[in-house]
């Protein structure tokens, strides 16, 4: 079965701070997805990224950047210069091929960015 | 502006009252989504829809119950049978059913008393 662990329950960092957030995941499939997703104090998910398994290239998005490795299933996001406005819980989440896109979630990372 | 709609932002229900959560979206989605979100935790699938007039169970199915008559549409029922109904609902829509990312909407947040 598939499992997504998001063992940092609570981050709080200065701003212009750099933060990364760690994932790590369970997969027995070999072509799987995996995302991140932005939960402000709204409520709204905000979908961040998609990747999927056969690209291991790092991405980066302007303050954004994004490290996955297989070799420790893991799938990192990073953010450099962190600002009070990145202050919300982040999603990982994994996404089988062929489950209908069922996303399983981790159990998210709180981050707190203060002045 | 495309998007997905939920309404109401906030639902106050007794207990044992069936409830009807809404969910419309303007994105020409074929795959919908239910979500359900309990404090400190992720998210968790209820019920799934990859197509008009069909819909599969998640893995928290019981209690809830869907229809998908509309493409646009995608409402869910919080049934008295639901033991612990109180929560943070939130609905997706995707392009397909192939691993594509989704989009969600603003969520409703059910109290049960």
């Known amino acids: 079965a598939q499992k997504v662990t998001q063992a940092q329950t609570e981050i709080s960092v200065v701003e212009k701070e750099d933060v990364t957030l760690d994932c790590v995941y369970e997969t027995r499939d070999t072509t799987y997805y995996l995302f991140w997703y932005k939960q402000p104090p709204s409520g709204e998910l905000v979908f961040l990224i998609r990747r999927n398994s056969f690209d291991e290239q790092n991405e980066i998005s302007g303050r954004y950047s994004w490290n996955f490795q297989k070799s420790t299933s893991s799938f990192n996001f990073t953010i450099t210069a962190s600002q009070v406005v990145d202050s919300a819980v982040y999603f990982c989440?994994?996404?089988?091929?062929?489950?209908?896109?069922?996303?399983?979630f981790g159990t998210g990372t709180r981050l707190q960015v203060t002045l | 502006d495309g998007g997905i709609t939920q309404s109401p932002k906030y639902l106050f229900r007794k207990e044992g009252q069936n409830v009807t959560l809404s969910c419309e979206q303007n994105l020409n989605h074929d795959a919908m989504y239910w979500y359900r979100q309990d404090p400190g935790q992720g998210l968790r699938l209820i019920y799934y829809s990859q197509i008009v007039n069909d819909f599969q169970k998640g893995d928290i199915a019981e209690g809830y119950s869907v229809s998908r008559e509309k493409k646009e549409s995608f409402p869910l029922t919080v049934t008295s049978a639901q033991k612990n109904p109180t929560a943070f609902y939130l609905c997706?829509?995707?392009?397909?059913?192939?691993?594509?990312?989704?989009?969600f909407g603003p969520g409703t947040r059910l109290t049960v008393t």
């Open positions: 997706a829509s995707s392009v397909g059913a192939t691993s594509y990312e989704q989009y």
């Open positions: 989440a994994l996404s089988e091929a062929g489950t209908a896109s069922k996303l399983t």
